[in-house]
């Protein structure tokens, strides 16, 4: 199995700016796509933004030019750079990895318990 445990979400004044980590431990054999998603209660969880094993990146429009996200895969860890935050940003955002295990063929989906992300106007 893998672990995914987020880090960094919290209350900030709209314009302020969070750093989210994720670190995925376990029986990792390779992690490919990294990405993060987030749900606004009444909401379904929508994609924020991905990257691939080799560093690509894709972006949701509603957070181009605000968001940055990147890896370490080194330190198996993926973050979320958010700037310029608005309080529409505000939901529980989680960590997912798609990888592939020690203990079993194929590729996988894993999800973090989430982070809460508020926003103040």
């Known amino acids: 199995q893998v672990q995914l445990v987020e880090s960094g979400g919290g209350l900030v004044q709209a314009g302020g700016s969070l750093r989210l980590s994720c670190v995925a431990s376990g029986n990792i054999r390779r992690i490919n796509d990294m990405g993060w998603y987030r749900q606004a209660p009444g909401m379904q969880r929508e994609l924020v933004a991905g990257i691939t094993s080799g560093g690509r990146t894709h972006y949701e429009d509603f957070v181009k030019g605000r968001f940055t996200i990147s890896r370490d895969n080194a330190k198996n860890t993926v973050y979320l750079q958010m700037n310029s935050l608005k309080p529409e940003d505000t939901a529980i955002y989680y960590c997912?990895?798609?990888?592939?295990?020690?203990?079993?063929?194929?590729?996988?989906?894993?999800w973090g318990q989430g982070t809460q992300v508020t926003v103040s106007s």
């Open positions: 997912n990895c798609r990888a592939q295990i020690t203990t079993l063929d194929g590729t996988w989906d894993y």
